[in-house]
């Protein structure tokens, strides 16, 4: 029979699914004859053996959709990372996992908090900048099926994982609020039936010392326990002039402990306990543009500076009473920042799942409790001037509970699930902030509920196709309390103790509707295709930064996506070749973006948009010893309407914080030794685009496009109890930053939060 011709019962499709095993083969080996001559030759002979046998890839499995299946029959755009990839790649904390991720942009740094552990994160042009208690992200995080409702401590250090799923598009239906970009889901490792300890340290450049140590100490097979402690030391990367510190420093400590008890073949509780603890220098934050002609900055050279010289700005001045560009070190890492250098965070949780299961019927029940303390100190001037400087404390508790019910029906055709949730929340974030006219206090506290129901259902139609609907109701209130008030005022005629918005409680609910239908088709095992629509929607929220005073809270109404998404997974080589692609549609409506009125950064519902754009990754095993991994994206992200009241943002602004194209590609290399051990050098690559860093375009805070390259050398024993790695990051030493803030005409000031330049590391680890 010839490759074109149908086989009995076959379908056209399936010829094309036939050849793409061919098609792949011939890619890769177009690949490998590539590769430098003396590389073929160490394959020797053996190298089309090696290519010809089977050699799969390891199967991912993940919990996209509340149930374990494989990566490969979720139809949903997931990029997964096993505890071996994490390592492999060098993750060290989520902040990371936008190197490896297409069309994910991940940082710890929210520009203005002055916290080390405020993570911002966006999926798809999709996200988050500020760090406040009325701002809610844009895509979830959840630890072990708990959500972590802010940003403050969201930059987590990842410490005994099993896999992280990174979830791209709306997951409203299952997930919740607050997702309307995505989702990252992190995974705990599970506790072992056999005793088991593994310790790893680290050392590396800037002083840098790490260790971590996990232990499974089962009592007999019913009673399982696991305790990983963790703690890092670095030494920071932007120098402070002022007084010789260094900003951007690591100290951080953690803990986790597990204890599963298996009372009966149907039972299983999961009690987890977890802390953390940081106590670090500031953000490295530096001063790229000053306006000694701004409000601010003419304010202070005129009535406060005392010096005849600093009038009539703008001049070049030297004298050091004066604010103005004198104050920049022309070294973007190095600063003349003054305020207290403080970054600290106190968070701890814990957690119950209740599991039953009996046949197809499975109950579950998580419920979750979380606190955090944090504070942090922030020099926006970075001069020795008093011009803009914010210090906060913040104080976060939340309550969640989730009861599912899952089961099969229909002999096995049909899988469904349904489920309630209930979740609070209180906080307090003031904020003392010392401007060159008035020093005051802002902030307040919230106090949140929402309550949801939901269900899924999938229903395997025929043997090639399924179909899969959701819906989830979400009823919420939002509660805020201003505590705002002057405390020194230097001329502006505002006695002390002068309300910037009322004492009393502002008060918003919304209810909500999210569906979601997704039809997958799988003709073969090697091949699905899958069309989804998904709506979701973001909380709105109260503006706590206002100056000067307001009569009444300003307030700002939830945002809302309808997400259409065409995607497909290929498997091919024989199971060595994994292809994963998805390109998506999104309408964008009442869209949340952050503006400058007068010096407030506020978030209002200014605009609708569209974003469209793709992903493609490839994993591919080239030959038994060459492993082949990338991603590319592409987002385009465009307003199409602009609310009157909007300044300084037009059709034609980007997005901020979304790069256009994000790129990675690594390829590792294991070489195997006669007495089992094995060698295997890594080098791994991305890339980002240009980006500004706010909604209004200011191009001083742009971060032109960049590559970032790493490399690994891991030496691992034949018995596998013993591994070493010899790693590099920014090997180029490239110079950028992460986030950034600009108020040129009013605080006179543009400031970016550095990224860390070339270091590297060498770990240990052992198994005992």
């Known amino acids: 029979m010839k490759s074109g011709e149908l086989k009995p019962g076959e379908s056209l499709g399936a010829i094309g699914m036939r050849r793409i095993p061919l098609f792949a083969a011939t890619v890769a080996t177009a690949v490998a004859a590539m590769l430098p001559a003396n590389i073929a030759l160490a394959q020797g002979e053996a190298a089309a053996d090696q290519l010809a046998r089977s050699d799969a890839l390891e199967e991912i499995i993940v919990t996209a959709r509340k149930r374990a299946e494989s990566l490969q029959d979720t139809p949903i755009a997931v990029t997964a990372f096993t505890a071996e990839a994490l390592e492999a790649r060098g993750i060290g904390s989520t902040k990371d996992l936008g190197t490896f991720t297409p069309n994910l942009v991940s ?9 080390n552990s405020a993570a911002s994160y966006f999926i798809r042009g999709i996200g988050q900048i500020d760090f406040l208690l009325n701002t809610d992200p844009g895509v979830g995080l959840y630890i072990d099926d708990v959500y972590m409702a802010r940003s403050m401590g969201a930059a987590i250090d990842l410490l005994d994982l099993e896999r992280i799923e990174v979830l791209r598009g709306p997951q409203g239906t299952l997930f919740g609020r607050n997702t309307i970009g995505g989702a990252i889901s992190l995974t705990s490792q599970a506790p072992a039936t056999e005793q088991r300890l593994q310790a790893e340290a680290s050392v590396g450049s800037r002083d840098l010392m790490s260790g971590r140590i996990s232990a499974d100490l089962p009592f007999g097979q019913r009673v399982l326990t696991k305790l990983a402690v963790s703690f890092k030391k670095e030494d920071g990367y932007v120098h402070r002039l002022t007084d010789n510190a260094d900003l951007g420093d690591v100290d951080a400590r953690a803990a986790r402990g597990v204890i599963r008890w298996l009372p009966t073949d149907a039972w299983q509780l999961d009690l987890v306990l977890d802390g953390s603890r940081r106590r670090e220098e500031s953000q490295p934050t530096v001063a790229v543009a000053l306006n000694g002609a701004s409000q601010f900055g003419g304010f202070y050279n005129a009535v406060l500076s005392g010096s005849p010289n600093c009038v009539p700005p703008p001049g070049s001045f030297t004298d050091p009473a004066c604010f103005n560009a004198q104050f920049l070190t022309g070294d973007r890492y190095s600063t003349y920042s003054s305020i ?3 970054s600290d965070l106190d968070a701890w949780g814990s957690a119950l799942t209740v599991s039953w299961n009996r046949g197809s019927l499975t109950a579950k029940s998580i419920t979750a409790y979380r606190h955090t303390d944090a504070v942090g100190f ?16 913040w104080e976060h508790e939340q309550f969640s509970q989730e009861l599912q019910l899952a089961g099969k029906a229909a002999r096995g055709a049909l899988d469904w699930i349904v489920g309630l949730y209930y979740f609070k929340e209180d906080g307090v974030n003031l904020s003392q902030v010392n401007f060159a006219p008035a020093l005051f206090q802002s902030g307040g506290s919230v106090s949140n509920d929402s309550a949801a129901a939901f269900g899924q259902a999938t229903w395997r139609m025929t043997g090639h196709w399924s179909l899969t609907a959701g819906l989830r109701y979400t009823d919420e209130t939002k509660r ?4 705002q008030f002057i405390i020194t005022d230097r001329g502006l005629g505002l006695p002390p103790g002068t309300p910037l918005l009322p ?3 502002a008060r918003t609910s919304v209810s909500e509707l999210s569906p979601m239908v997704n039809l997958a088709y799988r003709p073969s095992e090697s091949f699905m295709g ?26 700002f109404d939830p945002e809302f996506v309808k997400s259409y998404e065409a995607g497909a997974k290929i498997t091919g080589l024989d199971g060595r070749m994994r292809l994963n692609t998805a390109v998506f549609f999104t309408d964008y409506t009442d869209l949340q973006v952050q503006e400058l009125v007068g010096v407030a950064p506020i978030t209002q519902n200014t605009a609708a948009a569209q974003i469209s754009g793709f992903e493609v990754e490839l ?23 602009i609310g009157p009241r909007v300044v300084g943002i037009t059709r034609d602004n980007k997005f901020a914080q979304v790069p256009e194209w994000t790129a990675n590609a690594g390829l590792a290399y294991t070489a195997a030794f006669d007495g089992g051990a094995t060698f295997i050098p890594r080098v791994d690559w991305s890339y980002r685009s240009a980006v500004f860093m706010d909604a209004i375009n200011t191009p001083e805070i742009r971060q032109p496009g960049y590559g970032l390259l790493s490399a690994s050398l891991t030496l691992e024993s034949a018995n596998q109890r013993w591994r070493a790695m010899l790693a590099g990051r920014n090997l180029t030493n490239e110079r950028y930053f992460t986030s950034g803030y600009a108020d040129l005409p ?19 680890h052992h198994q005992f």
């Open 107 to 115: 940082n710890n740094g929210s520009a203005v908090s002055g916290n």
């Open 340 to 342: 207290a250098s403080r």
């Open 378 to 393: 922030r020099d926006g001037d970075n001069t020795p001037l008093v011009i803009h400087q914010t210090s906060d404390t």
């Open 480 to 483: 805020f309390t201003p505590d």
């Open 503 to 505: 004492h009393v409680e």
């Open 530 to 555: 899958y069309l989804t629509y998904s709506e979701g929607f973001k909380s709105g929220g109260f503006t706590q930064r206002v100056f000067p005073p307001l009569a009444q809270v300003p307030s």
């Open 619 to 641: 994993t591919a095993r080239l030959a038994s010893a060459w492993l082949f991994e990338s991603g590319v994206g592409y987002t385009k992200a465009r307003y199409m309407e």
């Open 746 to 764: 009013i605080s006179g000031i543009a400031e970016v939060l550095m990224a860390r330049r070339r270091e590297w590391s060498l770990t240990l």
